[in-house]
């Protein structure tokens, strides 16, 4: 990202000394001065659907890699050895600033970071759009900011990552992990705290995604829900209970209930996870077999979220043969929504804290109402804390599983319990994080050096 700036800076400055040439204004590219500048309603119309899309475009690289990471899938790739060989850490392999294939779980939330700072810009210098309504596109740009964050966070952990990148040529030091998850609370309850000012009704149109959030209040709701994801990860349990409180959290309700990235046919995107049940294709991600073989009987969650395949898929292309008898089953079409935070997870994130604040009859309610939606009988464990962590963390693996905050991964790291992730089969190792990438270590050189 850095280096593509650099590029376009350097070749700015060649043309400049070589000519004097009018200024033409792209009208498919307009320069971000364009929109900066007093913009009209339908110039920020088009930054807020912008944003909506570009949001969506670390999904595939960071939900397959981290499910890879954690073993809720394979990337099965018969082209390229390297998903098997490098994301399951065969033969030693360990990640480094070059780590192949994911990139764009790394640069693709900045890059809608920024086109969020772009928007707010020009929300504060144009005279198109009230106070009052200012506050709305404050309030999701924001938002998206905050979940944006979490996605290079959660992958990078103790490697830390930039929260200060307004100012691309001058970005801002790296931040640890914990210090990172504090800014990304700042950011959403400065957005939450927008919304809450911004009256009634959205300025602006969002896609089908945002259906039941398409209020100044729905849109806080969301926003509450990542706080409420975030605080988990700072081990914040009343804090997460208290996002709850102003979220979509209904221990009764919906527990598909969320907002989702959409797709369609072009020039829109297809839903990146879909693949034609029993197809045949050169990449595809499987079921890790440990998860149909450590199911309870009876769960319904493995015939509604897995697969079952007329003929194995096989891999053969790394160290050792890989074979998975099932592929997802989630998406009825290639123009199926993707959610990316829904009240099944909420729902869990209160068991979680309530069990870690010793409150375990208000987690074993929560518990029973995932284990009820999945066929199963009540909890009948004991009601110690450490259980019922243990418990939690196994229905969040099946709840959540495959989703694109990359569950799984993060949750036995969170709780020191990475050596459960199962590798026998690949011979594979278990990484604790990703390695900052090459293009930030360069230009921390290359801005030491100038």
């Not at 400049?16 to 204004?25: M, Y």
């Not at 208000?362 to 464990?381: C, E, H, K, M, V």
Request: net charge neutral; charged share 20%; glycine share 6%.
């Amino acid at each position: 990202m850095k280096n593509k700036i650099t590029t376009l800076f350097i070749l700015s400055a060649m043309t400049l000394g070589s000519c004097k040439l009018d200024p033409i204004a792209d009208p498919n590219n307009p320069s971000v001065a364009s929109v900066t500048t007093n913009a009209s309603r339908n110039q920020l119309q088009s930054l807020v659907t912008g944003l909506e899309a570009r949001s969506r475009e670390y999904l595939s690289t960071a939900a397959t890699a981290f499910g890879t990471f954690g073993r809720e899938i394979w990337y099965f790739n018969s082209a390229d050895s390297r998903y098997i060989q490098f994301w399951l850490g065969q033969g030693g392999r360990k990640p480094d600033a070059n780590f192949y294939g994911v990139t764009t779980a790394y640069a693709a939330p900045y890059q809608t970071i920024k086109q969020a700072n772009v928007l707010i810009s020009a929300v504060n210098n144009t005279y198109a759009v009230s106070d009052l309504e200012k506050q709305s596109y404050i309030g999701f740009a924001l938002t998206i900011q905050g979940y944006q964050y979490l996605i290079p966070a959660n992958s990078q952990y103790k490697s830390g990552i930039r929260i200060s990148v307004s100012d691309e040529l001058n970005p801002g030091n790296f931040v640890s992990y914990e210090n990172a998850l504090k800014a990304i609370r700042n950011v959403l309850d400065s957005g939450y705290k927008a919304l809450t000012q911004a009256g009634n009704t959205l300025p602006f149109r969002l896609t089908a995604g945002y259906s039941n959030f398409s209020t100044p209040a729905g849109l806080a709701k969301v926003n509450r829900a990542l706080a409420a994801r975030t605080a988990i990860y700072q081990q914040d349990w009343q804090g997460a209970l208290d996002a709850l409180s102003g979220s979509f959290f209904d221990l009764n309700g919906d527990l598909n209930a969320g907002p989702a990235h959409i797709y369609g046919a072009p020039p829109d995107g297809f839903n990146p996870l879909y693949y034609l049940p029993d197809g045949s294709f050169n990449g595809i991600p499987v079921v890790h077999p440990s998860l149909v073989a450590d199911a309870l009987p009876g769960d319904k969650r493995v015939t509604e979220k897995f697969f079952l395949r007329k003929q194995p898929l096989i891999n053969t292309v790394g160290a050792i043969p890989l074979s998975s008898q099932y592929q997802d089953k989630r998406w009825a079409q290639n123009s199926s929504p993707i959610p990316y935070i829904r009240n099944e997870e909420l729902i869990l994130i209160y068991a979680e804290a309530k069990a870690q604040l010793n409150q375990p009859e208000d987690a074993i309610a929560a518990i029973n109402r995932i284990r009820s939606a999945a066929g199963l009988t009540p909890y009948n464990g004991t009601k110690d804390t450490p259980a019922l962590i243990t418990e939690i963390l196994f229905q969040r693996r099946y709840s959540l599983w495959f989703e694109p905050a990359g569950h799984r991964w993060i949750d036995l790291r969170r709780y020191n319990r990475l050596n459960e992730i199962p590798v026998a089969q690949d011979q594979g190792s278990v990484f604790t994080q990703l390695e900052r990438p090459a293009d930030e270590v360069n230009w921390d050189i290359y801005k030491e050096n100038k």
